[in-house]
Nanobody
Framework: QVTLAESGGDSVQAGGSLRLSCAIS????????VAWFRQGPGDQREGVAG????????TYADSVAGRFTIPRDSGDESVSLQMNSLKPEDSGMYYC??????????????????????WGQGTQVTVSS
């Protein structure tokens, strides 16, 4: 059963912007923590942004803070990732993930892979110089 589906990945010039979207099924909609991860060539998967609807603001990895945002008007059926001022090192496969429903906002904000039980297929982002 496919419960998450990313879209919006593309090739873009450095300094440009891109908006990703993650469609969330009714099954995974019960999760209060949804996050974005990415993986570059030869790298481990890295949490970049996440939001817990039960409390607090979205959280961001230091590498993307100030450039990436999860829009505040994201609905329960989808979550977006707005990426601005893109750099070549932002290139990689971007994944949407949903955490187990019981995890806390603090655990959600840590963006650790083992907190997330549902994953999309990924969407490719390529940033050129």
């Amino acid at each position: 059963q496919v419960t998450l589906a990313e879209s919006g990945g593309d090739s873009v010039q450095a300094g440009g912007s891109l908006r990703l979207s993650c469609a969330i099924s009714a099954y995974t909609r019960a999760s209060r923590c949804v996050a974005w991860f990415r993986q570059g060539p030869g790298d481990q998967r890295e949490g970049v942004a996440g939001v817990h609807t039960g409390g607090g603001q979205p959280t961001y990895a230091d590498s993307v803070a100030g450039r990436f945002t999860i829009p505040r008007d994201s609905g329960d059926e989808s979550v977006s990732l707005q990426m601005n001022s893109l750099k070549p090192e932002d290139s990689g496969m971007y994944y949407c993930a949903a955490a187990r429903p019981e995890i806390s906002p603090w655990t959600c904000a840590r963006l650790q892979e083992d907190s997330f039980g549902y994953w999309g297929q990924g969407t490719q982002v390529t940033v050129s110089s």
